[in-house]
């Protein structure tokens, strides 16, 4: 049967437990697994690196949501990214990521896997020429993440898709911003697509985690062998609460959208404001492709205070609704300053952002609630 994604959400990789008829699958909190004789697993169950049924019910449903035919869960969202990039690559190669790549991924490129001999270009993925530019002949991957953070720029994916593979290389796209709701890459011809699904997958900012998503079997294979070799795999906890987060995926993602388009049309005609990053909103630059490529355009908003820094750091400070924090994604209002923030670290390199910026979670509080807030922070 062909379902539909609030459906699958709900029930894909979850049948009722066969013993018990429980209807949500159990906390498999177990590492290990009883034998019918030596080398009779039952179906396949041996250690809980390997495979752990709680984490197979979340792997499957991240599949199913995303279009693709595996699906990996990992500890982390980085812990997703490392496993990935030591299945696809080797010592020597080279891959181009984007210009203003999660800080995190940016430090795993130029911090750690450029010590293991892995060389990276940063590259603007909205612009395909610049990305055909950065291409080698040692490259084996371009990342892409759009919309992008904390900037909201838009990379066509089916654009980029076309190039990486003319170019025998795979392009992998970090879908975390979107979710699966918005935006299906591997429908748009990525080959695999990242999360981190501590963000909107979880939704409630309770469990941090990470996914892998591919429709081909040579790669669900290498990865895998990796994730077993390596082992950054989610614990049965962190699976049970994200595969939880994921039931109400599609209604939180419709409710996000409506607050946020509401919030950028607001900031968009506040005095205080410069400038509005909204993929939304008709004036961004990647509106087009967004529109194309997404069902909707997400609950993230960045904005530029006409003041400079100072001013974008008292918003912050002065926000009461929204929290103060790092992250994203989850049910609550986050706000945050990235230049001294999730994107400190940042500071001189290529991915530096502009320090008079603010990033928004929006929420799906009220919404009259959460523009009062800004309101007053920006009074
Ligand atoms: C948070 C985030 C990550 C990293 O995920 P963790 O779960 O924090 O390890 C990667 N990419 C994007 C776009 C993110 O927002």
Not at 58 to 84: H, I, K, N, Q, V
Not at 152 to 169: F, K, M
Not at 194 to 199: A, C, G, P, Q
Not at 345 to 374: M, T, Y
Request: proline share 4%; hydrophobic share 40%.
């Amino acid at each position: 049967m062909n379902q539909s994604f609030e459906t699958l959400a709900i029930h894909a990789g979850q049948e009722p437990d066969p013993r018990t008829g429980a209807v949500i699958p159990p906390i498999y909190a177990t590492s290990t697994y009883a034998q019918d004789g030596v080398g009779g697993t039952r179906e396949g169950y041996e250690y809980s690196r390997t495979k752990n049924p709680t984490r197979a019910a979340l792997e499957d449903c991240l599949a199913a949501l995303e279009g693709g035919r595996r699906g990996f869960a990992f500890a982390s969202g980085m812990a997703a990214e490392d496993t990935l990039l030591r299945t696809l690559c080797q010592p020597g190669d080279h891959v181009v990521i984007p210009d203003d790549a999660y800080g995190g991924t940016f430090r795993l490129f130029s911090k750690v896997a450029a010590r293991w001999g892995l060389s990276w270009t940063a590259a603007k993925l909205s612009d395909v020429d610049s990305v055909r530019a950065a291409l080698t002949d040692s490259t084996k991957l371009v990342w892409c993440e759009t919309p992008t953070n904390p900037l909201l720029s838009i990379a066509d994916i089916t654009a980029l898709a076309g190039l990486t593979h003319e170019h025998g290389a795979k392009l992998v796209v970090d879908n975390t911003f979107a979710s699966p709701y918005l935006q299906r890459p591997l429908q748009l011809g990525a080959d695999v697509v990242v999360h981190s699904t501590t963000k909107y997958l979880g939704g409630h900012s309770d469990v941090v985690g990470g996914a892998l998503v591919v429709d081909d079997d040579e790669t669900a294979e290498a990865i895998a062998f990796h994730s077993n070799s390596m082992g950054a795999v989610a614990g049965p906890f962190d699976a049970w609460l994200t595969l939880r987060g994921a039931k109400t995926l599609a209604v939180r993602m419709d409710r996000h959208c409506d607050n946020a388009e509401r919030v950028a049309a607001f900031l968009a005609n506040h005095d205080a404001v410069a400038s509005v990053l909204y993929p939304g909103l008709e004036t961004h630059p990647g509106h087009e492709t967004a529109a194309k490529q997404m069902r909707r355009y997400g609950g993230m908003v960045s904005f530029r205070l006409a003041a400079g820094t100072d001013a974008a750091v008292r918003v912050c400070d002065r926000a009461k609704l929204f929290t103060l924090a790092e992250s994203l994604g989850g049910v609550e209002s986050l706000i945050e300053h990235p230049g001294r923030m999730t994107h400190a670290s940042a500071a001189g390199s290529p991915l530096e952002v502009p320090n008079d910026l603010v990033r928004l979670s929006v929420g799906i509080e009220n919404v009259d609630d959460l523009l009062a807030d800004l309101d007053q922070a920006l009074a």
